[in-house]
């Protein structure tokens, strides 16, 4: 059976590949916070990661955080599988455009 951190690693491999930046979060005297933000040609993507076992539950402050983000109509997922995770990816992937000028200044 795999680890929450194994799923994390699995995740942040995928993103790599596919060259989406995959950011580990921590933000600082607020529990509760996504552990991935996902970032790619203007796209974001918070992702909260559970343990593959099924045993892993949101707590009230992931709870209210994912909300919170909701409100500010950020796109927030739970993953708790690898299979939950390549779909996400792919989704996230196929979103973005391929060719993106970037402003020269």
Known sequence: ???EKQLQNYIQRQCKERHIRCYKMHCEGKT??????LVSNGYTLFI???SPTKNGRLSTNQVRLLRE?????QD???VDS?????AIIEKFDDLRPRLRSIPTF
């Open 1 to 3: 059976m795999e680890t």
């Open 32 to 37: 509760g916070f996504p552990d991935l933000l």
């Open 48 to 50: 909260e990661v559970k």
């Open 69 to 73: 983000l909701d409100i500010e109509e």
């Open 76 to 78: 927030t997922r739970v």
């Open 82 to 86: 690898k299979e939950d995770a390549a």
